[in-house]
């Protein structure tokens, strides 16, 4: 596709299920990062992927979140046992090239609403 | 540690000129992003400043002063259709060109006609 997909784009999950959300990057885009966003704030870094490696994961809340991008394209972020405090909007970003301009620019998804009863 | 600052809600008039200030403290600097962000959709990107000084880009420009840890975003000729929340947001040290990114609260501008 043309830009970023995520999906579901909205996941309504009872506490203690495991969820996985999905980020579809664009196409050949090297980094790929991802974000939780709640009403009125900025994004809030979680981790990001350079190719297939995890390059910082220091952002991700606690050890029921998890992510992996196994072949450096389409990344699968986990949240195990979930708790009503990890309703948000998570975000998936990607951008091009680690040199030159293109890596500057940030394309983000769409967005999962992810709401735990 | 790592705080960017950024005024919570700015109003403006259309076809004026507004400037929405940024201040960062991080533990490292390769670049400070604009982002623009509409109610309800995916923020997207409107500048990015790496050196010192002014980039302008039509209506917008942002202007960087690293030894003050202080941009700007300048937005003129005011449309309604700017009524969105503007991003600041600073590329921390890494040892490749694409490293971890921090996001500030984002500042809600207002347009009245």
């Known amino acids: 596709g043309a830009g970023v997909s995520q999906s579901p784009r909205y996941k309504v999950t009872k506490r203690g299920q495991d969820v996985a959300l999905r980020c579809d990057p664009i196409s050949g885009h090297v980094s790929l990062y991802w974000y939780r966003q709640a009403l009125g704030q900025g994004p809030e870094f979680l981790t990001y992927f350079n190719y297939e490696a995890q390059q910082d994961k220091s952002g991700l809340p606690n050890d029921r979140f998890s992510a992996e991008r196994p072949e450096g394209s389409i990344s699968t972020l986990t949240i195990q046992r979930t708790e009503q405090r990890d309703s948000a909007m998570y975000r998936c970003?990607?951008?091009?090239?680690?040199?030159?301009?293109?890596?500057?620019?940030?394309?983000f998804g769409p967005g999962t609403r992810l709401t735990v009863l | 540690g790592q705080n960017i600052d950024q005024p919570t809600e700015m109003t403006a008039t259309e076809g004026a000129i507004v400037q929405i200030n940024c201040t960062y403290q991080t533990s490292g600097f390769n670049g400070l992003f604009w982002y623009q962000q509409h109610a309800g959709e995916a923020p997207t990107f409107l500048s990015y400043n790496v050196l010192d000084g002014l980039e302008e880009k039509g209506r917008f420009s942002s202007f960087l002063s690293r030894s003050k840890g202080y941009s700007y975003l300048l937005l003129k000729e005011l449309q309604m259709k700017d009524s969105a929340s503007y991003l600041c947001?600073?590329?921390?040290?890494?040892?490749?060109?694409?490293?971890?990114?921090?996001f500030g609260s984002g500042t809600r501008l207002s347009i009245r006609p």
């Open positions: 947001a600073v590329r921390d040290r890494g040892y490749s060109s694409a490293s971890k990114i921090i």
């Open positions: 970003a990607s951008s091009g090239h680690l040199t030159g301009s293109e890596y500057n620019e940030q394309f």
